[in-house]
């Protein structure tokens, strides 16, 4: 068992290269998807039906494909339409297109908790259309919804490991790759669950930070 973990620190520099792309993957993935849940929340929120409609539709699509499904119709299906994406391109833009939906619910729902005479001061004070939006509605609603939006930053970082199965060099593709070559599934999968956890705890420890600062900005 010993040696296995001696097998595991042998092959170091893969491990790391395999961490590094997970932690890229992550941080692009909920850069954009919180940049296009922020776009999308006002939509949602939209006193027209229509637009309102189609958002939600959108929405509740990601909300019920599995994202292993939806990686497979990106990666695979959309070729034979003549879109040919790379393994990279089409991970990142199932993280995104998938988890920007869910960042859009998360900050609806903290929009729909706002008081309403935060938006009613803001008009009265002159503030209208994109100003209003940047500068009274979003920056409480993304402080409300920070632990949400924390663990829903833990969940793209579990979807990244689906990723491997479109051949993305991440941490568990570079993991299944060593215990394949190695036959030490226990040593090799252990290390990537306590790296994964080790990554979701960082993301828990600094939403928690930020969720307090938060809270003393309210009081």
Known sequence: MISDFLTIWG???DIWNGFLNTLILVIIAATISLLMGILLTPMLMSSRPGIARIVELFCDAMRCVPFLLFVYLIYFALPTMGIRLSNWTSGVL???LYNSAYMALLLRGAWQDLP?????????FGFQGFSLMRRIIMPPVIMRAIPSLGNQLIQIVKDSAFLSI????????VMNSIQ????????AFLTAVLLYWLLCLCIEIIASILTRYSEERRT
């Open 166 to 173: 479109i051949a993305v060099t991440e941490l568990t593709s």
């Open 116 to 124: 309403a005479d935060t938006i009613e001061s803001g008009k009265a």
């Open 180 to 187: 394949s070559t190695y036959f030490i599934p226990f040593a």
């Open 11 to 13: 092959q170091l520099p």
């Open 94 to 96: 199932a993280l995104v």
